[in-house]
C-alpha cells in the first residue's frame, strides 16, 4: 500500500481530463449515442481505469491514449458536421417505412425491422391503427416519427379557421424558494415585489410559509407552503380570467361553424359578438 498516494492522484487527473474531454466532444455523447460513441465512451472509460490503478504502468503513454481516441472523433464530428456523404456514411441517415398510407416492407427488411416492431413503434407514438398514418421515417438515431393522415390530427386553431389573438407568455418562474423572495425570477417573470405581496395577502399567507412560490406563463401564482395540512383560498388571477373569457368566445365561433341551422348559427355569432364587446369594455380593468 505504498504507492496509495500515487494512485489517488492518478485517478483525480484521469477524472479532471476524463471530465475536460468529455466536455468538449458536447452534449451530443449523452443525448444520442451511435455505435462508435458507445465504443468511444466505453473505451475512455476503460483508459482512464488503466491510468488510475496501473502504477507499474507508464502515466504519460495513458494520457497519450486516452487524447488519441478522444481527437479522432472530434476531428471526425467537424468533418461529418461539412460533409454530407460522410456524416451519412458514419451516422446513417433516415429510412422511410411508410408513405402515402402504405407500408414499405423494403425499407423495413434493409433496417431489420419486423412487423412487431413497427405496430410496437407506433404504439409508442399513441397509434395503434397504423391505417391511420401518413408517412413514417426511422431516423438514424432509431427513433421513429411520423405524421398522421388529416382526418386523424387533432384540431387546432388554424384548422377550424377561427383567430386566436397573440398573446405575450414568459417563462415560468420559481420566485419564492425555501421562505425567500428570488428577486432575479420575479424580474423574469416581469411581476413586482409589490404584486407579490398583493397576491399573498389574498391568500393570508407570508413569504417565509411558502415552501415555493412560482409564476406560469400565463401570469397565475402556484404557492406550496411548508404546512402540507395548511388550505390556501383560491387567488384570482386577471389574466387567467381573459384567458377563460377568451376561450368561452373561441367556443362560441367554432359552435358558429358547426351549427346546423341558420338560426342556431345566427345565435352563436351574437353571443361571440357581445362576449368580444365585453372584453373589450373590461379590457382596462383585466389589466391592472
Known amino acids: 500500500m505504498e504507492n496509495w498516494y500515487v494512485i489517488v492522484w492518478r485517478s483525480l487527473s484521469a477524472v479532471v481530463i476524463l471530465f475536460v474531454l468529455t466536455r468538449i466532444l458536447g452534449k451530443k455523447q449523452i443525448s444520442q449515442l451511435t455505435l462508435f460513441e458507445y465504443v468511444l465512451g466505453i473505451t475512455l472509460g476503460e483508459?482512464?481505469?488503466?491510468?488510475?490503478?496501473?502504477?507499474?504502468?507508464?502515466?504519460?503513454?495513458?494520457v497519450i491514449a486516452l487524447l488519441i481516441w478522444f481527437l479522432v472523433p472530434y476531428a471526425l464530428e467537424h468533418i461529418t458536421l461539412r460533409n454530407l456523404r460522410i456524416r451519412n456514411f458514419l451516422e446513417g441517415s433516415m429510412t422511410e417505412v411508410i408513405k402515402d398510407?402504405?407500408?414499405?416492407?423494403?425499407?423495413?427488411?434493409?433496417?431489420?425491422?419486423?412487423?412487431d416492431d413497427l405496430m410496437e413503434e407506433l404504439r409508442k407514438k399513441d397509434v395503434f391503427d397504423v391505417n391511420e398514418v401518413e408517412y413514417a421515417v426511422l431516423e438514424a438515431g432509431g427513433d421513429l416519427n411520423i405524421l398522421l393522415k388529416k382526418e386523424y390530427q387533432p384540431l387546432t386553431a388554424k384548422l377550424l379557421n377561427i383567430s386566436i389573438p397573440n398573446e405575450k407568455t414568459t417563462e415560468s418562474q420559481v420566485i419564492i424558494m425555501d421562505g425567500k423572495v428570488?428577486?432575479?425570477?420575479?424580474?423574469?417573470?416581469?411581476?413586482?415585489?409589490?404584486?407579490?405581496?398583493?397576491?399573498?395577502?389574498?391568500?393570508?399567507?407570508?413569504?417565509?410559509?411558502?415552501?415555493?412560490?412560482q409564476v406560469d406563463g400565463d401570469g397565475g401564482l402556484y404557492l406550496d407552503l411548508f404546512d402540507d395540512r395548511r388550505e390556501l383560498p383560491a387567488?384570482?388571477?386577471?389574466?387567467?380570467?381573459?384567458?377563460?373569457?377568451?376561450?368561452?368566445?373561441?367556443?362560441?365561433?367554432?359552435?358558429?361553424?358547426?351549427?346546423?341551422?341558420?338560426?342556431?348559427?345566427?345565435?352563436?355569432?351574437r353571443c361571440s359578438h357581445d362576449l368580444k364587446q365585453v372584453l373589450r369594455e373590461l379590457s382596462p380593468l383585466l389589466k391592472t
Open 101 to 115: 398510407g402504405k407500408i414499405l416492407e423494403k425499407n423495413l427488411r434493409r433496417e431489420r425491422f419486423s412487423p
Open 235 to 269: 387567488g384570482e388571477s386577471p389574466v387567467l380570467l381573459t384567458s377563460l373569457l377568451r376561450k368561452c368566445q373561441a367556443d362560441l365561433d367554432l359552435y358558429t361553424l358547426t351549427a346546423k341551422s341558420d338560426k342556431e348559427r345566427e345565435s352563436y355569432r
Open 47 to 62: 483508459l482512464a481505469g488503466f491510468i488510475s490503478t496501473d502504477v507499474e504502468a507508464h502515466y504519460l503513454h495513458g
Open 182 to 213: 428570488v428577486p432575479e425570477a420575479l424580474v423574469q417573470a416581469e411581476k413586482s415585489e409589490r404584486w407579490l405581496h398583493k397576491e399573498l395577502d389574498k391568500r393570508k399567507v407570508k413569504p417565509e410559509e411558502i415552501y415555493l412560490a
